[in-house]
């Protein structure tokens, strides 16, 4: 045997001897079935797909950083310690500048190297740039102010360094005179304006705009006369690219009420002096749904908003309940970076109340919107020892852990190596992950969710590992070829590719990198696509794994169990001609022959939209195709 096949055999022993040694330390099932995961034909669900290689030998799989395989489990270990430890000290910077104007001029700097457009707001007039913050954050653009007189030499040149070559005004020219705006045009600049004949049509007229671009279906509903719980709502919303509108505290205001023909679901921000449930009534009327976050007070509302759409990371900025303008140029960046904007005051209690929820969230990475006049030194000296050196030693039993006093979500997350995302997605039990209580059980291991599975689910987790009928990828295909050309051109039905439905039984089943990879490829469930089961009642539950927000995670979901692969190929073939099943028909219309001169413009041209969260799916079936010519049956 030659020494490149010695090492590479050295290789695969070396990486099932890790494979067992990882089993052991994270209490992991590791009877490895198909990452994949395809339609559901019922109901809706994003999915993600392993990337596709042409591996002929395990060596050459190995060789490629991939290391699936199969091993047999171990004993379980009921129990695993874990430590956490929170460090002494926080990170405290503070953004600000000698006015209104220069701080936003330094977020600019502080969150973009360069921006092709920029948003200009009046500094003294919030209401045009509280509207306008999730629209800035759709066009990830910065937002600078001016004094509705003119336009300072430093904003024009903050606007040079910004290689800008769009600005969009926000409000009318008496918030910003049109003499500011020739002044940009003078510099070459594409100069627009969004304004209405009042704050409440300038609102409506930004949201139109932004529902246009982003799609978005809700909607968050302010005082327009009152700001403090306004600014809560502003980063929340531009990171969800989802309107800010305007209403008056007693009266649904007649804008408003011609945006509930296009949006159907409202959250109300702030408490009945701000606005009367006489509003919330009307509301309620005229749209689906109506949910308030309210509090006693302005910094009560932002705890509220603050936990019920939470954030991902440990970092949050930190601004004066009293100093707007400074939150509504920062929220712009907060939104950019998916955090919020946490509310304080000088009084002692704020300030407490404030600490005391950064230790609850296990926050400790902290922006000061403002300076010392704003929020004094004595401010950022709190927050910056704001933890004391603390020991956190936590374990779970059966991959179960139970929340203690002083537990956090993120720190739960931490001490079982999860990302935050993943913890959620496997406790969906959970109401609000950001208010733990005493007592509550968390799965922290694929063993512990499996425990928390629903007694059906538990009766049909898939348990198989029968052996695949397929020896080779080109056994597959020389068996799938014939099945699917008929499928593809059956008499009386819109013809589709032979290819791709080659393409995609060989991508979801793993039949590429191992023959049979996929569990759920082989008897008795027989589903070569990964297809979900929705309500159907023939299903199989499966670990798999999706892309949300751009991070993979591990979930466990129900497929389809097919008695044949002829059905499984007629079933797959059904949802290309019929659609989705979601209401939505004729989906996959950009899959059909006849709307398409090639196979690969359907995959140019987003024809498989929606099948897969992995943005090289198309690349990853384009592969396919090409390495093993599948065009020859189209």
């Not at 704001?386 to 997350?413: C, E, M, S, W």
């Not at 348990?463 to 695949?468: F, K, M, Q």
């Not at 009642?537 to 991070?551: F, K, R, S």
Request: no cysteine; charged share 20%.
């Amino acid at each position: 045997m030659s020494k490149k096949r010695l090492a590479r055999k050295s290789l695969i022993f070396s990486a099932y001897s890790l494979l067992l040694i990882r089993a052991g330390e994270h209490d992991q099932n590791l009877n490895v079935q198909a990452e994949t995961l395809g339609e559901d034909i019922y109901t809706f669900e994003q999915k993600e797909s392993f990337e596709t290689e042409d591996y002929h030998t395990v060596e050459e799989f190995i060789e490629k950083n991939e290391i699936i395989t199969t091993v047999a489990p171990p004993a379980p270990r009921t129990f695993v310690t874990t430590q956490s430890s929170q460090q002494a000290t926080s990170s405290v910077v503070r953004l600000s500048g000698d006015n209104r104007m220069r701080l936003a001029e330094n977020i600019s700097k502080q969150g973009w190297k360069v921006s092709d457009t920029v948003f200009i707001s009046n500094g003294f007039k919030f209401t045009d740039a509280l509207s306008g913050t999730p629209l800035a954050a759709q066009y990830n653009a910065p937002m600078l102010l001016v004094n509705g007189k003119s336009i300072d030499t430093q904003t024009l040149n903050e606007i040079s360094r910004l290689s800008a070559k769009n600005i969009i005004i926000l409000g009318g020219p008496h918030s910003v005179p049109e003499h500011i705006a020739n002044t940009l045009r003078s510099k070459g600049l594409n100069v627009r304006r969004i304004a209405g004949n009042n704050r409440y049509d300038t609102s409506r007229k930004i949201a139109e705009e932004l529902i246009n671009s982003s799609k978005a279906t809700t909607a968050h509903l302010v005082n327009g006369e009152a700001y403090a719980d306004a600014v809560s709502i502003s980063a929340v919303a531009g990171r969800n690219k989802q309107p800010i509108l305007l209403t008056k505290a007693n009266a649904l205001h007649k804008e408003v009420q011609t945006m509930t023909n296009s949006i159907k679901n409202w959250n109300i921000i702030g408490g009945n002096t701000s606005i009367t449930n006489t509003v919330e009534t009307q509301l309620n009327q005229r749209v689906n749904t109506v949910k308030r976050i309210s509090g006693a007070d302005r910094y009560e509302v932002n705890r509220n908003v603050l936990n019920t759409w939470g954030m991902t990371g440990r970092k949050i900025y930190v601004g004066s309940g009293d100093a707007f303008a400074d939150i509504l140029t920062g929220s712009v960046l907060a939104a950019r970076e998916n955090t919020g904007i946490l509310l304080l005051s000088e009084r002692e209690s704020h300030i407490a109340s404030a600490e005391q929820y950064a230790k609850t969230k296990n926050l400790n990475d902290f922006v000061i919107l403002g300076g010392p006049n704003t929020l004094s030194e004595g401010i950022v000296t709190r927050f910056s020892n704001l933890y004391p050196l603390v020991i956190i030693t936590r374990g779970h039993k059966n991959g179960l852990y139970t929340v203690q006093r002083g537990d956090t979500f993120n720190a739960i997350a931490d001490s079982f190596g999860l990302s935050p995302l993943q913890l959620t997605v496997w406790n969906r039990h959970i109401p609000n992950i950001n208010v733990l209580a005493v007592g509550q059980t968390l799965a922290v291991t694929r063993t512990g969710v499996e425990q928390l599975l629903s007694s059906a689910d538990k009766a049909r987790l898939m348990l198989t590992n029968n052996p695949s009928p397929f020896k080779s990828v080109h056994e597959f295909i020389d068996w799938m070829a014939p099945s699917a050309i008929e499928v593809s051109n059956r008499s009386g039905e819109e013809a589709l590719y032979p290819s791709l439905m080659i393409a995609q039984a060989i991508h979801e089943s793993g039949a590429a990198r191992t023959i049979g990879l996929s569990s759920l490829s082989r008897p008795p469930y027989h589903n070569l696509f990964g297809i979900k089961a929705g309500n159907n009642p023939d299903y199989v539950a499966a670990w798999t794994w999706e892309v949300m927000n751009g991070i993979r995670v591990d979930v466990i979901a129900r497929f389809r169990s097919f008695p044949s692969y002829t059905q499984s190929l007629d079933v797959y073939a059904n949802m290309m001609r019929r659609g989705r099943g979601t209401g939505e028909d004729f989906y996959y219309r950009g899959t059909w022959r006849k709307n398409t001169k090639d196979v690969m413009e359907v995959l140019d041209n987003g024809g498989l939209r929606g099948y897969a969260t992995d943005p090289e799916y198309f690349n990853a079936i384009r592969r396919v195709i090409n390495n093993y010519n599948l065009t020859r049956f189209d």
